[in-house]
């Protein structure tokens, strides 16, 4: 492929990556999964919930966080789903506490489909959404890219426009 978006944190070899759009991390679950559990307090309190993720050959997400956090929940249990996608739906579900990437998520949030236990702890690293290219790219690659991250930019400042 000339062009490829990918998640992740912009580090594949032997490929160019730019950041299409920064993605900020929280953990997030259903209205109902809150009730279940009697509430979730403190991030301590995950140790008690089962963890809803996607496979991954490196999981970066759930540690990173976690460092933001302060707080070790490697007792929690944990459930690997196929995809994504999945997750979210079991999330919705009041299976578990999925990690929320706010700009893909955003309208269930909106719509209070999911929820954020601990809204003010989000990593907002390096984590994101890339446009990836062979390091020397064709030039229709080049141009799409550039056109990709323009539109890009310009959704995303509409978007936290609306989640402020």
Known sequence: ADIAIRYGNGDWAGLDARLLAAETITPVCSPAYIRATGGLPSPENLCDCTLLLSHSETPFEWP?????AG???????????????????????????AM?????????????????????????GKIGHWIVTARQPVPEASVFADWLLTEAHREMREFYSLMR
């Open 100 to 124: 929320g990437r706010r700009w893909l998520i955003g309208n269930r949030i909106r719509e209070g489909r999911l929820v954020e236990p601990f809204p003010d702890i989000v990593f907002s």
């Open 71 to 97: 707080v070790e929940i490697a007792s929690a249990e944990r459930r690997f789903l196929h995809d994504y996608n999945i997750v979210l739906q079991a999330a919705e579900g009041g299976l578990g506490v």
């Open 64 to 68: 990173a966080w976690c460092e933001v």
